[in-house]
């Protein structure tokens, strides 16, 4: 079995992880990203790390093949917007919610792909994982999916960063959120929440007699 300092679900171009990938140079690295401009950019930006492993899958509750929809790459520029690379999802309508005055995704600006989606579970396997410092996610409203899904008695994770504000609908906070929340507080992690879109569980580690 093998230990992991970082695991990414949701790497987009690998630009503002730059701060994490150094830091975890010196362990192995997963980075998950399934949008296929993003991941030609991710391999480009994060060539020099001999200790990185790149997915170009999703990460769900079955291991099956999946609809994934994202943002065409020539339509990022006319959109105006550097983040709509990210938004890449299993519903098409979520992205289509994003829609402002200021972000004027049409239908036609969303291409998809029929994609390979792992489990966790089947992810750990893969790679023969037992211990996890860092598992990051952020994936467009799947946290939900990913966070449920992981057995925390079977696996060893030290920190779990995700973005919270897309749990129960695109931009919506409520049920699914708290109950991650309690799973994760059950499972011994202490919760905070970074800034208004990401919460930082951490293990406590403490045994009491």
Same mark, same amino acid.
């Given at each position: 079995m093998s230990e992991f300092g970082l695991v990414i679900i949701g790497a987009h171009i690998g630009v503002h992880i730059n701060k994490d990938l150094e830091e975890y140079k010196n362990q192995k690295v997963i980075l998950i990203e399934p949008v296929p401009h993003n991941l030609k950019s991710l391999k480009t930006n994060t060539i020099k790390y001999k200790n990185i492993f790149i997915e170009p899958v999703t990460i769900g509750n079955k291991n099956e093949n999946r609809m994934f929809y994202y943002i065409k790459e020539q339509s990022i520029a006319k959109l105006g917007k550097h983040w709509a690379s990210g938004i890449g999802s299993f519903d098409k309508q979520h992205i289509l919610n994003h829609k402002t005055k200021r972000f004027k995704v049409r239908d036609d600006d969303i291409d998809t792909i029929k994609i390979e989606s792992l489990t966790f579970k089947a992810l750990c396997e893969k790679y023969?994982?037992?211990?996890?410092?860092?598992?990051?996610?952020?994936?467009?409203?799947?946290?939900?999916?990913?966070?449920?899904?992981?057995?925390?008695? +079977?696996?060893?994770?030290? !920190?779990?960063?995700?973005? &919270?504000?897309?749990? =129960?609908? /695109?931009?919506?906070?409520? %049920? +699914?959120?708290?109950?991650? !929340?309690?799973?994760?507080? &059950?499972?011994?992690? =202490?919760? /905070?929440?970074?800034?208004? %879109?990401?919460?930082?569980?951490? !293990?406590?580690?403490?045994?009491?007699?």
């Amino acid at each position: 079995m093998s230990e992991f300092g970082l695991v990414i679900i949701g790497a987009h171009i690998g630009v503002h992880i730059n701060k994490d990938l150094e830091e975890y140079k010196n362990q192995k690295v997963i980075l998950i990203e399934p949008v296929p401009h993003n991941l030609k950019s991710l391999k480009t930006n994060t060539i020099k790390y001999k200790n990185i492993f790149i997915e170009p899958v999703t990460i769900g509750n079955k291991n099956e093949n999946r609809m994934f929809y994202y943002i065409k790459e020539q339509s990022i520029a006319k959109l105006g917007k550097h983040w709509a690379s990210g938004i890449g999802s299993f519903d098409k309508q979520h992205i289509l919610n994003h829609k402002t005055k200021r972000f004027k995704v049409r239908d036609d600006d969303i291409d998809t792909i029929k994609i390979e989606s792992l489990t966790f579970k089947a992810l750990c396997e893969k790679y023969q994982i037992s211990k996890i410092d860092k598992l990051q996610i952020d994936v467009e409203g799947a946290e939900y999916e990913i966070l449920n899904s992981i057995n925390y008695k +079977k696996i060893s994770i030290n !920190k779990i960063l995700f973005e &919270f504000k897309h749990f =129960d609908g /695109t931009f919506k906070e409520g %049920e +699914k959120l708290d109950l991650i !929340k309690k799973k994760l507080i &059950f499972n011994n992690y =202490d919760l /905070t929440q970074v800034d208004q %879109e990401n919460i930082l569980a951490k !293990k406590n580690n403490i045994i009491y007699n």
